[in-house]
């Protein structure tokens, strides 16, 4: 950081640990024993906390919170990939602190986390397409904690993680668990620690050239002015999907401070609409901040400048990898993740989505409810899920467990999406591609489905939708039904948005499309099924096709909302299914844009097109594209080729948790 921003980093940080400090005395008493009315804190929570108590002055409460958190035992070893490496960080930045009895408990901890199996070491610790933020972990408590301890072993196997994430950074632009508002934070938090404070010279230049490409890629997506983290997604939850306190947020206010909505300071004086995460659970959330109030980061001059503003259009592109399930719905892939940021909202899209796809957003909107922003009231965000058995956003619910119901009351944590996706985006225009995913047939889910929807949401929070036209007409209230091939076009604060569902199937006869509300949300609803509980076979989960194009555009751009559905009217469509399933849009030049042509083959079960095309041109897909930076002078992108020394330190591949199918031929020695 430079001087100025680490002395208001620090600042923030202490302010926030300072009142987490005394939060927590409210909610344990002085043996660490939970008394709260909420959802007693798990042991990660407790441990997060631990570290701000410790800077406060509060080592007794920090040491009876610890020694009360139990760790999973397996055999003679204890383990968790949260709780192993945070005890790592607690020592290195607090051992002094610390009783012996707790010492002694973390030190046990950290040196069982180098264990094999399980342990840091175990294989689905790896940088291999999936969690990035947990091998992050992983490898912070293997070098830091070897090197506490004195176990170089440990310091090498971290090393070598550090390689293989460096090696993704030199073929992609960015990691696997790309731009997650929840994870991303996390694994900038670990990295960071081992740029801090590794002794090893290599693991510290590494961690820190990897850490400035997760900055530059934040600050790349980042919305000056609206200060909040645009789309698209990898792993994201409710609060994640309302732009309201995630993870990511905190961490950049602690950064940047109030340009930066919401601050974490809110969660003292909690407003009634503000989402949190673990459904309205203050106590775990002002835990899991304080781990990011606890971390020395080191942001580059270039993300600076990029996180303070922009010239609009503003263009960030890049490649990652995801990697494969134990079967064959979940393939290994390359996917193009992009965002376009404009002055009163913002627009990403990432080709094909992440992971087990039912925490993504693949398309995802922020934009403007207000000119100027004063709070996260005044930003709204645009998302889509594929829903099965009447599941919609914004139910409400109390925390339980075991039976118990909590005071913790808030919107759901996750709106599950079971769709593959596929999307094209060319500036403010994208074209949106489902199949519900095969999985779900009668194979993969033994509950029969009484409901099959895709839903288009509009959160609002801060404000409804202002203006409404159904297919040339206009409505007074978000509510009735829609014919298919009509255009639902809406002013939203700044922006404006228009919608052309693109459903149909084979054989169930035609989707049914609806405008409908629950909580603080509107959507479109394009309904595939709703009857009797049944299963769906494979064959025909393959013929039910979603998706949608949307258009976006400023209120600056048109005189009103009936120009810009007039201009959108003429577009025209060609969709259908025989071997593949064939997309085309066209949209007519008008007044304010230029003619466009999307189209793309693409098969039900695939993660990757056979074509995608922009105006006839096949679209690229760049290692990394940011405007205003030059590609080969980001970390690693211009050194020569330094192959990774052999290293393979594996007799099997499973885990104590799980026995995935696994086969070595050939292996370096």
Known sequence: MLSGDAQQYTERSNRFMNMAAQAARSWYNSEGEWIADTLPADTRERFWLAGPLYAAGEA????AIILKGEVAQYGEISFNIFETNIAASLLVAHRSDMSAEVRLKLERLVRDGFSFKPGNRQPDFQFHGYNDNMPAKASAGLILGGELLGCREAVEYGLWNLRQYKASLVRNGINSEFNSPTYTGLTIRAISEIAEYARDEEARSVALGIEERLWLDLAARFHPEMGVL???????YTVDSAAHASTISCLLWFCLGDRVHPSPMALFDLPDDLVLHHMGDVPFNVAQFSWFATGTYHIPDQAYRMFASKSYPFRAVATCELGASAGTDFLARSSRIETMLFPD???GTSSSPHGSITQNHSYFVTFKRQETIRSFRDIGTVFTKFAIDGEVPGTVSHMMDKGQVYA???EVDILSSCANTFTIQSGSTAMVLTHPHPTLDADGIEKPISELSELIIVSTHGGDVEELIVGGVPRKTWSGTVERGQWIVCRIGKMLAGFRPMAYTRSDGPVSITLESNGNYNYIRIGFYKGEPRHFSRDEMRLIFGGFVAEHASVSEYCSLAAFAEELEPGRFTDYYWTTRR?????????????LELETSWSPGSMTPRYATINGRRVEQPIVEIDG???DELPFMSEPFAPIPPFFPWKDFSTVWADDPYAIGDREE
């Open 583 to 595: 997309a085309r849009y066209v949209r007519p030049a008008g007044s304010s844009r230029q003619m």
């Open 230 to 236: 645009s789309g698209p997604y990898s792993r994201a």
């Open 60 to 63: 007794s409460l920090a040491d």
């Open 629 to 631: 930076l030059n590609a």
């Open 408 to 410: 913790n009351k808030g």
């Open 345 to 347: 909202f913002t627009l």
